[in-house]
């Protein structure tokens, strides 16, 4: 079973989104290039069949899925690798079984992980990709364009599952409400603890950022649910992953999330940019 749930995790979260970045000929056309946009695609076809995934398997399905479930998905998941399942064709189907209405062909290309071309703004791509005065920017002073592009919604799909998952789970529920807040936080964007903190006190009951980083320690939907988005007041690195600062075991890591992103950090590791606060 182990063995089983190793294979799944490398198929959508390494080999599908690595075949996709090269733009492997196996598909024509790739309309997603995340490992949970992947997930959702073979998960609701393999497992789900006529209905989403979620309302068969208790999230995260790698730890629910019996062994037949984890054969199917994978199984699929190896003739989208080789091109034996059509992956644009299972992705509509995904989505009809959400709900979600055909997107139209020029809406469902993909984006190139950079372009030298100049982006259009359309409605399918997010207002956080655009450039703008409070954009996080290089060191040279240019537009710091994310590696981790994706469409609205993608994103709203994204944080759909996950949204789902940390309310079916057992935490408590302050811990929900900080889980729940990151999922705000889109890409390219970061807040901190004194701002979620903020907001919390401000709308529902008295807390401070200890807390809020006390909640969100050992995150068990890292890095989907983004608390990489959350930083120090003074604009350090802040926690990951259980430790903290730049001298933390995870802070590579941490640094790597967010540069994928679009965020930036200045020669004194301070980061660029004011913090997302529009908390809902």
Not at 51 to 63: C, G, N, Q, S, Y
Not at 147 to 169: C, F, G, P, W, Y
Not at 213 to 239: K, Q, T, W, Y
Request: net charge positive; aromatic share 6%; hydrophobic share 35%.
């Amino acid at each position: 079973m182990d063995d089983l749930r190793e294979h799944w995790n490398y198929l959508y979260k390494v080999h599908l989104p690595s075949l996709a970045k090269a733009r492997d000929l196996v598909q024509k056309q790739w309309p997603v290039h995340l490992d949970h946009c992947f997930a959702r695609i073979v998960l609701d076809n393999a497992v789900g069949v006529d209905r989403p995934w979620t309302e068969i398997v208790k999230a995260p399905a790698v730890k629910h899925m019996s062994d037949a479930q984890l054969r199917a998905a994978i199984q699929l998941a190896e003739e989208l690798a080789t091109g034996q399942a059509d992956l644009a064709s299972l992705n509509e189907r995904s989505l009809s079984l959400r709900g979600k209405n055909k997107r139209k062909a020029a809406n469902t290309a993909e984006l190139p992980a950079t372009s030298n071309k100049k982006q259009q703004t359309t409605s399918s791509i997010s207002a956080y990709f655009m450039p703008s005065p409070s954009s996080p920017r290089d060191d040279k002073g240019k537009e710091a364009i994310p590696l981790v592009q994706e469409t609205d919604t993608e994103h709203e799909e994204k944080m759909a599952v996950e949204l789902e998952r940390i309310a079916r789970s057992d935490l408590t529920t302050f811990r929900k409400q900080t889980l729940t807040l990151l999922c705000q936080i889109p890409p390219g964007r970061y807040s901190t603890y004194q701002a979620m903190s903020d907001h919390i006190t401000k709308t529902s009951h008295k807390t401070c950022a200890r807390a809020v980083g006390n909640a969100m320690r050992n995150n068990p939907f890292a890095p989907e649910v983004p608390c990489h988005r959350i930083l120090a007041a003074d604009g350090s690195l802040g926690g990951f992953g259980g430790s903290w600062g730049e001298e933390g075991k995870f802070a590579n890591k941490k640094h790597e999330l967010l540069h994928a992103e679009g965020v930036r950090f200045d020669s004194n590791s301070r980061v660029k940019g004011p913090p997302f606060r529009e908390f809902t």
